[in-house]
């Protein structure tokens, strides 16, 4: 059925920005511009007042399926993605057994197929079983499926091991991605060092540990050529870094998650493991530097590192807790935030979460232009509501922003064509 969007304020980044119409056909965009004639068996949905925006696209969620499926299925997951406005996510190797080969890239592909919700896209592993000794067979996940390689939360520690990775991924056309942290200098670290970590007793994660890697991994991108994009960056030092890199030609991108941009390192008092994450929570210092990376461009994306876990385990001692938080549901009204703020317009916030990951990877998403998959979602900017945990699609709560108080809900969410979440009075 088609569909036409009327009397929304579109945001197409760098295309379109204005009151117009969107309609769908065939599962693609038929025309954005004032004023459309609407087909006569087309569904038409009110917008005015609200966002029309592409789909949003992360680089960086964890779906655990297969081998951790306590903690997320790719039904799961995607429902939450969903829910969040996310129509195209990229969900990392690190699975069970890790996604280094064709058959389990295959076999997540043909999960998120039957799930029918978001666009699921693998990143393969860099090396098999994600050890960092020999390289995955990085053409056959290309052809596969994978979209781009990562060894995740297990940085390449042999430089020249990770040389020949993206050597090999210049040859096959694919992005690499790196968690950014010097394992010898993080240690058995779970917190940022420094005077909170000592207050608490707790080992902490020099800024350094992440600083080493970046440039490590700037210097191989410019010797190689290279696509580099960088998970999940948290320091000053890094923003520095891929701010001069940029400057230099280097082709690098890079991502900030909105952990990063918001909270510090004092929200660990308590022992509060929903502030446990790796790159851990930094300073006050280090947050300005991440908003100013985000206003001036050096940070091109804006991702969740969705990362889900079982309420038992992070109700485990803080030393002993996993990493990481779940994001794809709270992601776009932090995000807004940061346009009150008067760090980002509108238009850059949308960007961050659309075009600009897609550019990172290549993908043919993030766009409202003639022809492209209609995956559109709309978006009362002006609503208020409050992060339940209880309520999220997700199987996992783990999230810091609980009680929150935001701005900016999601109404509808389109992929391919088809509705898949919506909320709220919709005319029709």
Sequence with gaps: ????????????????????????????????????????????????????????????????????EYKETI????????????????CMPNTNPVNDNQAVTEFILERARLAGLANVLPIGAITKG????????????RRSGCVA??????????????RRAMEYALAFDLTVVDHCEDLHLAECGCMNEGLVSTELGLPGIPAAAEDVMVARNLSLSELTGARLHLAHISTAGSVRMVREAKGRGIHVTAEACPHHFLLTEELVRGYNTHAKMNPPLRTWTDVQAIKEGLRDGTIDVIATDHAPHATQEKQQDFTEAPFGIVGLETALPLTLGLV???????????????????????????????????????????EQWEV??????????????????VKGRMN????????????GPVER
């Excluded at 038409?44 to 992360?58: C, E, Q, S």
């Excluded at 390689?149 to 990770?162: A, E, F, H, T």
């Design 1 to 68: 059925m088609p569909i036409l969007i009327k009397g929304g304020h579109v945001i197409d980044p760098g295309r379109f920005v204005g009151i117009a119409d969107v309609l769908i056909e065939k599962g693609k965009i038929a025309a954005v511009g004032p004023n459309l004639s609407s087909p006569v068996d087309a569904r038409t949905i009110r917008a005015n007042g609200k966002l029309v925006m592409p789909g949003l696209v992360d680089l960086h969620v964890h779906f655990r399926e297969p081998g951790f």
């Design 75 to 90: 039904q799961s997951g995607s429902a939450a993605a969903v829910a969040g406005g996310f129509t195209t996510v990229c």
């Design 130 to 141: 994600s050890e960092g000794k020999e390289l995955a067979e990085i053409g056959d996940l």
């Design 149 to 162: 390689i990562s060894d995740d939360g297990k940085p390449v520690m042999n430089s020249l091991v990770m």
């Design 340 to 382: 009150e703020e008067g760090i980002l317009s509108l238009e850059q916030a949308v960007q961050k979460l659309t075009s600009a990951p897609a550019a990172a990877f290549g993908l043919k998403k993030g766009t409202l232009a003639v022809g492209a998959d209609a995956d559109v979602v709309i978006v009362d900017q002006q």
């Design 388 to 405: 339940d945990p209880s309520k999220f699609r997700s199987k996992s709560r783990n999230t810091p922003f609980a009680g929150w108080k």
């Design 412 to 423: 509808t969410t389109i992929v391919d064509g088809r509705v898949v979440f919506e909320t």
